[in-house]
T-cell receptor, first 117, second 114 residues
Framework: NAGVTQTPKFQVLKTGQSMTLQCAQD?????MSWYRQDPGMGLRLIHY???????DQGEVPNGYNVSRSTTEDFPLRLLSAAPSQTSVYFC????????????????FGNGTRLTVT | QQQVKQSPQSLIVQKGGIPIINCAYE??????FPWYQQFPGKGPALLIA?????SEKKEGRFTISFNKSAKQFSLHIMDSQPGDSATYFC?????????????FGQGTELSVKP
């Protein structure tokens, strides 16, 4: 049981390049989300999904796209990277069913450290 | 605009001291207030959480105090140890019928000196 797996761990991009950050989970959690962590800003929600085929925007969605075709995977796409997207990105999941998941904790991956030059 | 404001940004205490981290919020629709602990190179992990109908919750050496009227809550770490050195995040959850999203504070980097 691996939990939440993020790849890659580190990535350097040039301005304007595109890439996809991968997130996979094996806990059958309905809810998946992406956060970015920046010094002094804490963790800010980018996008989230409450199930396959359903996605919604968080606090800072601009410049990022997501899709959710399966329960297990929730990739985050940067279409044209900018230096302002230099950050550590975390994928987090939790149960979402209200009967079981009303106060269920978020399970985080170990992050992807992205640098855009 | 930060919906959850956390202070201080960093904190240094001696072993055995009682660090206190404070958070404030404005949105009265928040219905759940967890604290997460993060060690270097790792993702955050749930430490302790409280609902707004409770004024205090203790789990081991960790205590949350909650003041609903002031819209503030705080984390106290009793008999702090060097192993408690980590970054701590408070958070607040939007009501489940609003998506149940977790909004985090800015984080506090705690260092406990031996």
């Amino acid at each position: 049981n691996a939990g939440v797996t993020q790849t890659p761990k580190f990535q350097v991009l040039k301005t304007g390049q595109s890439m996809t950050l991968q997130c996979a989970q094996d806990m059958n959690h309905e809810y998946m989300s992406w956060y970015r962590q920046d010094p002094g800003m804490g963790l800010r929600l980018i996008h989230y999904s409450v199930g396959a085929g359903i996605t919604d925007q968080g606090e800072v969605p601009n410049g990022y796209n997501v899709s959710r075709s399966t329960t297990e995977d929730f990739p985050l796409r940067l279409l044209s990277a900018a230096p302002s997207q230099t950050s550590v990105y975390f994928c987090a999941t939790k149960e979402a069913l209200p009967t079981r998941g009303y106060n269920s904790p978020l399970h985080f991956g170990n992050g992807t450290r992205l640098t855009v030059t | 605009q930060q919906q959850v404001k956390q202070s201080p940004q960093s904190l240094i205490v001696q072993k055995g001291g009682i660090p206190i981290i404070n958070c404030a919020y404005e949105n009265t629709a928040f219905d759940y207030f967890p604290w997460y602990q993060q060690f270097p190179g790792k993702g955050p992990a749930l430490l302790i959480a409280i609902r707004p109908d409770v004024s205090e919750k203790k789990e081991g050496r960790f205590t949350i105090s909650f003041n609903k009227s002031a819209k503030q809550f705080s984390l106290h770490i009793m008999d702090s140890q060097p192993g408690d050195s980590a970054t701590y995040f408070c958070a607040a959850r939007e009501g489940y019928n609003q998506g149940g999203k977790l909004i985090f504070g800015q984080g506090t980097e705690l260092s406990v000196k031996p």
